[in-house]
């Protein structure tokens, strides 16, 4: 939503979510630092069709077993850096990469390593033979054996990944320092660590007297919950439409389903129910379970749903009317590390006002855009009264289509500004996103939809508090409009967040997050709008987690303000509401009393509004002249909102301005 120079967390979606380690069905673990001292001599298939035989005694000194899968998304992060370590240690250590998945091919294992640019050998276990006599569990995990066949290190390559989770370096390389250890003749410090990554489905005995299968029941289950996601041509790492790709896949959806990842969904229910809630229901999830405790049968084909088809470009009611990509050239997407937040300014061409009644985002490249945000830049001068969110893509949400008689004000001359957030997913790759619009007549609109923004930024959070609230108003808001959708922000160290109603008679929770997560940028939309006539203030809480329990943390050691970089954070929410272009007058519009009434609001007006102003110098002035300049307020501020506050063009607001700006926003 708002710019952010470091992103130091990235979405790892693997049935969307990565996992610590645990045991497989049917594994047994060793002990912790257990050495397996029995002779190695294993043949597993070459990609290339010949037979690859893994042995001791070795005339290799360490040999570094890697396994591997072609669509676990770690998987494909390491690839690189494993063929770095094997190009470090050629002379003394050999490395081998296989794969276990039983949803995997030789093709595909062979394309894998040419994709990443892997020159060691590469083979298929068909059998799970290394998978067990190893014990492993997870792709990716390591084991570095010696020329004896004594298992001497087991588990990560490095710490940098925690489910959900993606540090921005790692902070020990953990097979690095057990190769490094063992070359100069010496014990590995730690010889067991727990792999992350995706789990490794065992080959499974159907029970041909099931009563749940794929074909009846686990079918329907994945079409309803995660085939959105999960197809050709989705965001999904991997395809959950066909049984050769669930039942590999099988351990790792009942994992990230039970740890509540998948669906990805955050809010909890509340005093207002929400109409796009993703929920897997208990019975559902009691079919999986059962289905896998059975052997993952099959079925009778003739029970099998009517397939979903791969993904195509647009969700939206009629083909667009206009179609605005964001750039002309593609971004490209480096092979891995964090990318910056992009932003493209394109200009739509638009010489006269436009409504819209639906916009949907399509990603170029759906393997690396994480979501993507278009706002409108009207032309200077335009008189803006609220954030100015036109739509966006998120994985799992749908086209923005509004209900008949909405729609959204395009200002002639306006500008679209496309904010990217992309995460690197193992080999370089291009983006060109795009937008699409549906217009609709002026004549036919009878509700003008806004995005109103409350914001918060006078807050400092103290080193190692797990729990630091910050409270917030969105001080001005229409009363004559509905509230329809709910989006939170906050960045890596937000923890929870409430959106609280207060009306004469009661206060009302209209979305409460416990679990806030940065790597889903949720737009919750209310099932029926909430017309605002009768609330008389809405008030946000934004926790946040300062301390080392919060794996994303970039530093716990550190006081934390407002700022635009990931590091630093947010409190702020963004409210989309709508409201009738006309409104009937009173019958006592001239009444006294009504008179009065209305100088009392326009009061309470003017004092918000100076109340603003002071603040906003008051945070933001650091000369000390009285105003502020372009280069004092932060970046997403600049982008989106200094021209329009500054209307005399010279670079700097004053209170005068900021006055004006505050009451053109009631």
Same mark, same amino acid.
């Given at each position: ?34 050495? #397996? ?47 770095? @370590? ?28 040419? $994709?990443?640019?892997?020159? &060691?050998? @590469? ?13 492993? !569990? ?50 590995? !410090? #730690? ?8 789990? #490794? ?11 749940? !299968? ?28 066909? =049984? ?152 799992? /949400? ?62 400092? #959070? ?6 630091? !609230? ?8 229409? %009363? ?43 737009? =919750? ?13 809405? $008030? ?18 550190? =006081? ?13 929410? &963004?409210?989309?509401?709508? %409201?009738?272009? $006309? ?19 326009? /009061? ?17 002035? %650091?000369?000390?002249?009285? $105003? ?8 997403? &501020? ?26 053109? %926003?009631?």
């Amino acid at each position: 939503m708002l710019r952010m120079n470091r992103v130091r967390t990235i979405v790892i979606c693997l049935v969307c979510g990565v996992a610590a380690l645990k045991p497989s069905q049917g594994l047994t673990q060793p002990a912790p630092g257990a050495v #397996i001292a029995e002779a190695v001599d294993l043949t597993i298939v070459d990609v290339h069709g010949g037979p690859l035989r893994i042995q001791s005694p070795s005339p290799h000194h360490f040999t570094v077993l890697c396994f591997l899968g072609t669509e676990c998304p770690l998987a494909r992060l390491y690839g690189p850096r494993l063929q770095r @370590l094997a190009q470090r240690y050629s002379e003394r250590v050999s490395f081998v990469g296989i794969c276990s998945n039983q949803q995997d091919s030789l093709r595909k294992f062979r394309h894998y390593g040419q $994709q990443h640019g892997i020159g &060691f050998p @590469l083979g298929m276990d068909y059998d799970q033979e290394a998978m067990r006599r190893f014990h492993v !569990t997870r792709t990716p995990e390591v084991i570095v054996i010696d020329s004896q066949g004594r298992v001497r290190y087991q588990g990560r390559i490095d710490d940098q990944y925690l489910p959900g989770v993606a540090r921005p370096e790692p902070t020990t390389a953990d097979l690095r320092a057990a190769l490094d250890a063992l070359l100069v003749g010496q014990e590995v !410090t #730690i010889a067991k660590t727990n792999a992350v990554g995706c789990l #490794i489905a065992p080959k499974r005995e159907p029970d041909p007297d099931a009563t749940v !299968t794929f074909a009846n029941q686990v079918s329907r289950v994945l079409n309803q919950q995660c085939v959105q996601c999960h197809r050709e041509g989705e965001i999904g790492p991997l395809g959950l439409t066909d =049984y050769d790709q669930v039942i590999g896949w099988a351990d790792m959806i009942l994992e990230v389903v039970d740890d509540g990842r998948m669906p990805p969904w955050h809010a909890a229910e509340g005093d207002v129910e929400l109409e796009n809630a993703r929920k897997m229901t208990a019975d559902q999830r009691q079919l999986l379970h059962d289905w896998v405790a059975a052997g993952t049968p099959f079925g009778d084909p003739a029970d099998l749903p009517t397939a979903v088809m791969a993904a195509t470009d647009w969700h939206l009611p009629q083909s667009p009317d206009l179609v605005v990509p964001m750039r002309e050239k593609p971004f490209i997407v480096p092979a891995e590390g964090t990318v910056d937040y992009q932003y493209f300014v394109v200009d739509p061409g638009f010489e006269s006002e436009q409504w819209v009644s639906a916009a949907e985002v399509i990603p170029g490249n759906r393997g690396v855009v994480h979501h993507c945000i278009v706002f409108l830049r009207p032309p200077d001068g335009t008189r803006m009264q609220e954030i100015g969110f036109l739509s966006a893509y998120v994985p799992g /949400q749908e086209a923005t289509i509004m209900p008949a008689g909405y729609g959204r004000r395009i200002p002639a001359g306006s500008q679209f500004v496309f904010q990217m957030h992309y995460t690197p997913n193992g080999t370089p790759q291009s983006d060109i996103s795009k937008i699409g619009l549906v217009f609709a007549p002026a004549d036919s609109i009878t509700h003008e939809v806004l995005v109103l923004g409350g914001i918060e930024q006078d807050f400092e #959070i103290p080193p190692h508090d797990s729990s630091h !609230t910050v409270t917030g108003d969105v001080g001005h808001f229409p %009363r004559d409009a509905e509230l329809m959708a709910i989006a939170p922000h906050m960045h890596v160290r937000g923890k929870s967040f409430e959106l609280i109603a207060e009306q004469a008679e009661r206060t009302r929770t209209l979305l409460r997050v416990p679990r806030y997560d940065f790597n889903w940028q949720h737009n =919750y939309r209310l099932a029926q709008p909430l017309p605002l006539a009768d609330i008389q203030r809405i $008030q946000f809480r934004c926790t946040f987690d300062n301390s080392s329990k919060n794996p994303s943390n970039p530093d716990p050691t550190q =006081y934390v303000t407002w700022g635009d970089q990931t590091w630093e954070e947010m409190s702020l929410v &963004f409210l989309q509401i709508a %409201r009738p272009l $006309q409104r009937e007058n009173t019958a006592d519009q001239d009444d006294q009393q009504q008179r009065e009434r209305q100088e009392m609001e326009r /009061q309470r007006r003017q004092a918000d509004a100076e109340q603003f102003a002071d603040q906003f110098i008051r945070r933001f002035d %650091r000369d000390g002249d009285g $105003q502020v300049s372009k280069t004092e307020v932060p970046t997403a &501020f600049y982008l989106f909102q200094f021209r329009n506050v500054d209307q005399d063009k010279d670079g700097l607001l004053t209170r005068e301005e900021l006055i004006k700006a505050a009451l053109a %926003r009631q």
